[in-house]
Every structure is written in C-alpha cells, then in structure tokens.
C-alpha cells in the first residue's frame, strides 16, 4: 500500500471567522436555501454546482445582487453554443445605474464614491451625490450632441475622475465606451479608436507622469483631424489650459443639475470596447455587454473579492488597459474606487504602498512586476507605511513567482490574503483567481472562478490534473465577446478562441489545474518552449533569472530551426554596473539548472539594451520570436503596440547577423 503524498502547507489559511464573514459564504447559504446549491461541501462543492447548473447559478447570482431589469427576461441562457450565447433573452436593464445605486440611499450620498489621487499623493474625494449629479448632467449633455444608443463615445484620458463620470454618463445613454491613455501615440490610438469611429471625443490637455507635465495638444489636434465621425471633442484642462478653437469645456458639460436617466438597453447591448495588445496586425476590438459585464463583475467583484460598501478599492491601472473597467465597476458593490494617476515607481519605487496606506485601502491590487520590483529595491511597506486597512493583495498582468508570494507574506502582513488573478481584456474578468475562503498556497492561484468551467486540455482535448495543457473554457461566460468590431461574419472571433478546439474557448495560456483545485499559470502557449518535445513555461525562467541582484529583466525565446535543431536563447537586460562575464553567466546557468532542471538552461545568454513590452506592461514574446526567425520588423509587429520599438530593432539586427554566421 503506497503512502500518500504529502500536501504543501498552505502559506495562508483564512482563520474560521473570515470564512463565516465571507460574502461567499452568505450566498452559498442563501443559494442552498433558494436555488438548491449545495450546502455543505464549501467552496469546491459551490463550483461545481456553478458549472453544473449554469442557468440556475446565473440566475442566483442576478437575484442575489437585486440586478434591476426595466424588462424582465424570459429564461438565463436562451442558446449555449460558443460563441454565440445569448444570455437573459427579452431583458433590459443599464450598467451606469447598478453603478450609481449607493448614491440613492440618503445615508451614503455623502460618503466618498471616488478617492483621486495624483503624485502629489494628496486626495481628492468625489461623493456618490456629485458622481450621480455630474453622470446625471453630461449624459443630459451627451444626448443634446446627438449621441444614441450604440453611438462610439472616446476618451484619451488618464485615470482620473473624469474618466469615470464619462464611461458612466456614456452608458447611461446607450452609449459605447472605449478609451486609451495618453501615453500612447497618436498611431496606437488612431489603430484604436479609427476602427470603432467614434462620435464624441474626451481629451485632456497633458497629463503628469514622473513628476514631469506631458504636454499631448498636438497629439489631441492630430486625433481631431484623423477623426472624421467626430462631432464633438471635450477639453478636460488637466494641465490648465484653455481649450482649443471648436472644442467643449469640460466644466461647462458638468455643470447642470439634471436627473440621470438611464436608458434600458437589450442585455447583449455593447457597454464598451476593449483591445487586444495589437502586437501583430491592428488590435482586435472587443465588443462586451451591458449585461454580460454586470453579472460578471458584480459576481467576481462581491464574490470573489468581497468587497462591499465598507470597502476602498485600489488598483494600480491605466485607462488603456482592462483592470482600469474592472477598477471601476468597484461602484457596482457600492466600494468606494481609489483612482491613481502617475507613476507607480514616484517618488520613490514604495509609491504604491503610500497610497494604499493613505486612501485605507482594503483591497489592493497591482502587478506581479511591482512586487517583484520592490522586493528588489529593499521596499519593506509594513515597516514604512500602516497597511492595517489592507485584508487583501491581488496581483495580476502576469504570474506572480513564488518569491513574489513569500515577500509579500514577510514583508506586508502575516494574515495577508495573496490573490494572484488570471484572465483577460477578451472577458474583462478573471478565469481563476481569488476566493476568499481558501487557503493560499505559494505560485498557485486559488481555485477557477464560480460559473467558470476551467480545465487544462491535452492537444487532442482530453482534461487533465497535475498536467501542463491549454487553458481552456468549457461553458459560455456573460462577459466573453458579443462579437469583434469590423467582423461580420465572426470568422475573426472564431479563429481567436475556438479554432483549437471548436465549441471550447481556447485562451492561450498554459496551465496546471492541481488535484487541490488550485491553478499554475505557465505563460502563453504561442511563446511555451517546447524542448526535446517538453513544454517549459517562460514565466519559471523569468522567476528564477530575476533573483540575481545583477538581472534587471529577461526575455527567453524558443526557436525551431530548419535542420531540426532548436536555439533557446535567454536575453538579459542588466541592472546598472552589472557586467556580463563568464562568472555571470555561470550563474545564471546554475541557477536555472538547480531551480528547475537542465532542459531549462538556455543555449545561449545574450545582453540587450531592454527588453519590449506591450502598451500595458506585458513582455513581447511572439513578435521577438518572429524576427529572430527572419520574419521583418513590419511584419512581426505592430509599431503603436510596443512601449519602445527602438529595442526590437536589436532583435532583428541579431537576427541579420546570425543568418549571415
């Protein structure tokens, strides 16, 4: 009789009264006694009745939060197929007034909706009465210019408050949100915005970034210009100055006093549109429901991340990205949304934690590079700053190394609840990730979210346990795609997620799901490393690389080559005064090879000048591989989806130069 193998120490448990105290919990209960959801059993036994009995969950779930339908539906899912679900049939309902609810009870519309704070680290508290009141005005506004349900409505805006009335004044009449940052270049945004031709533009003057002011008036000129559907543009004078000839103050538009009126839109109406990073080709446009976004978000938010009105929600983000939606939809479990504009490195790389502790922030979330940054730097928040407010650290934008995990154990709180979350921008949401009533153990995230059928699949599409396979969807989500921009016959959706494995919707990522339950993210599987017919996930490499004080980041590529051999170079981008000798790269070599296995160990250790990410921070893989391949910069890459396009060309030189060897 074999002994069974014995289970890692979780390295968080939550003690029986965070359990109890749970909102999870309460719905479980609840849902047993109306819905007939499993009683006992916890967590586990929740799930799989959430993906069992998908119908009846959604419908818990919209009962649950009392989700307000100007029309009542006629059944939860009237077709299953993916793509193709068609969710709530008959109902209607608008996002912007689940968002405003708080400010309808007398008790709270004086309390804070918004905290903003800027580099100065100041804050500037928005009440829920002024968010409705200024929500209520613009979209008085918006529908005096014209703009009607399903119209595109812009903002190149950073993340400020003025962001937020926009998006929920845009929604309040049917409207069609979609936004950049402005750090991105006129050409990212146009490769955007030129796509879904929007009506009505919001533009600031600049915006500040590293204690430096970024003047973007010309970039806003030349947006106008390349905007022909624009009809009309609105100055937010963030920098202080006047606006231009032919646009609209801000000030003005705001001003009013009229009464929000939320439009009753079909479930399956777009509420916004998203971007795939556009690393190769023009970004895919991402069209998610008014319905669709807010059960998903209503469960992940008030489930998953128990958060409720007593909550202060922070999570570092750009308007470019999907979080900063997510951020925002904060308002729907009446949380109070702490928005920061500014680096998340100024003054100092502890900025964050001091923002945290100044807006009392119960649940905060960043990036898994941050935290790897300020272990790095010698940042130790609990020591510096009083983090007492904070119940939860959520990190996301990659996986977060298990280094990541015992830092912020040792460094933030003992009792710390750590949720490393994975999803995407394509389901604005989390596929796995936080659950407040399960333990944490180290590089794992907890356990795949409820109404979400997650399993790891072989290539011939058999479900695996305790395997590397493709992260993959067997049942229909609210928030996946209704469809993508510029695609009528949905062969461009089609080709994205169900090519792979028709009627399953294939993410491209690789992952482990535990015999726990538990999930390890991998990294992408268009970029896996595949030795001696072994996939390896980039993300080990980076984990252990990284721990050397000498490596500042890295970036490792597999290649097939044509005569059947296989080159994986490691590129690292050095910390200053490091030098890449032979001791250094002994190192490394060792490291990889004793922290996860000799077929690890790259063929080759090449220094670059950096390394290139996304617009939102994530490392260019694919694209890197491409030109090492001989494939032309052109080609590889979209140039306005890079942050620095001048480091790939490195890339491509060294390719001229290999092929030339």
């Known amino acids: 009789m074999t002994e069974a193998t014995p289970q890692p120490a979780p390295l968080w448990q939550p003690s029986p009264g965070r359990i109890a105290a749970a909102r999870v919990t309460a719905f479980q209960s609840w849902a047993a006694e109306r819905y007939g959801a499993p009683a006992e059993g916890g967590y586990a036994a929740l799930h799989r009745w959430s993906v069992d009995e998908l119908d009846t969950f959604w419908r818990a779930v919209a009962d ?279 680096s998340p490195g100024y003054p100092d790389t502890g900025a964050q934690w001091r923002i945290a502790e100044r807006t009392g922030a119960t649940l905060y979330g960043t990036s898994a590079a941050y935290v790897m940054a300020c272990r790095k730097a010698e940042v130790h928040p609990s020591r510096d700053f009083d983090l007492s407010a904070v119940k939860c650290v959520a990190t996301t934008g990659s996986p977060l190394p298990p280094d990541g995990f015992r830092w912020l154990r040792d460094e933030v709180a003992d009792d710390l609840w750590i949720a490393s979350v994975s999803g995407g921008t394509d389901v604005c949401s989390c596929f796995a990730g936080a659950v407040p009533t399960l333990p944490v153990h180290i590089g794992e995230l907890q356990a795949a979210c409820l109404g979400t059928d997650l399993q790891s699949w072989d290539p011939s599409g058999k479900p ?45 990522d690789w992952i482990t799901i535990t015999d726990r339950g538990s999930v390890v993210i991998h990294g992408r599987s268009d970029s896996t490393l595949n030795r001696q017919g072994v996939r390896m996930g980039s993300a080990d490499i980076y984990e252990a690389v990284e721990r050397l004080p000498e490596i500042k980041e890295s970036l490792v590529i597999g290649l097939e080559e044509p005569n059947g051999g296989y080159w994986m170079p490691l590129f690292v981008h050095l910390a200053p005064g490091a030098t890449l000798d032979d001791a250094l790269r002994d190192r490394i070599k060792r490291t990889i090879r004793e922290e996860l296995s000799p077929r690890h160990v790259p063929d080759e250790i090449i220094e670059v000048p950096g390394v290139p990410h996304t617009l939102t921070g994530k490392r260019i893989e694919v694209p890197v591989k491409r030109l090492l391949q001989g494939t032309e910069l052109a080609k590889a890459v979209n140039p306005g989806s890079v942050d620095d396009l001048d480091l790939l060309r490195f890339y491509e030189d060294l390719a001229r130069t290999r092929k030339q060897a």
């Open 464 to 508: 695996l346990t305790g395997e590397v396979g493709e992260l993959v969807v067997t049942n229909p989500m609210p928030s996946m795609p209704v469809y993508f921009w510029n695609d009528p016959d949905g062969s461009r959706y089609r080709d994205s997620y169900f090519e792979m494995f028709p009627g399953a919707w294939r993410h491209g």
């Open 64 to 342: 649950w939060f009392d989700v307000r339908f100007g029309t009542p539906y006629e059944h939860v899912l009237g077709e299953r197929a993916m793509p193709g679900a068609q969710w709530f049939p008959g109902a209607t309902l608008n996002y912007a007034e689940h968002a405003l609810r708080a400010a309808e009870d007398p008790a709270r519309a004086a309390d804070a909706a918004l905290l903003y704070v800027d580099e100065t680290h100041e804050i500037e508290p928005v009440t829920w009465a002024e968010l409705r009141r200024q929500v209520g005005a613009l979209a008085a506004r918006l529908r005096e210019l014209g703009v009607r349900p399903g119209d595109r409505v812009s903002g190149y805006l950073p993340n400020i408050p003025q962001a937020v009335t926009a998006l929920l004044a845009t929604a309040a009449v049917g409207g069609v949100w979609t936004s950049c940052a402005p750090d991105f270049g006129a050409r990212s945004v146009l490769d955007r915005f030129q796509q879904v031709e929007p009506v009505v533009l919001f533009t600031v003057d600049g915006y500040r970034y590293g204690g430096k002011e970024h003047d973007r008036r010309d970039t806003v000129a030349e947006l106008r210009a390349e905007l022909p559907t624009l009809r009309a543009v609105v100055h937010i004078p963030l920098l202080g100055t006047a606006a231009p000839e032919g646009a609209l103050d801000w000030a003005e538009l705001t001003a009013g006093t009229d009464e929000p009126v939320f439009d009753q839109v079909p479930f399956e109406h777009p509420l916004w549109v998203l971007y795939s990073s556009g690393t190769t080709g023009l970004p895919k446009a991402i069209v998610q429901s008014q319905g669709g976004i807010l059960l998903e978000h209503l469960k992940q938010l008030g489930l998953h991340c128990d958060l409720g009105p007593e909550d202060r929600f922070f999570w570092y983000t750009s308007t470019g990205w999907m979080m900063w939606n997510f951020l925002v939809s904060g308002l729907l479990t009446g949380t109070t949304v702490v928005l920061y504009d500014g």
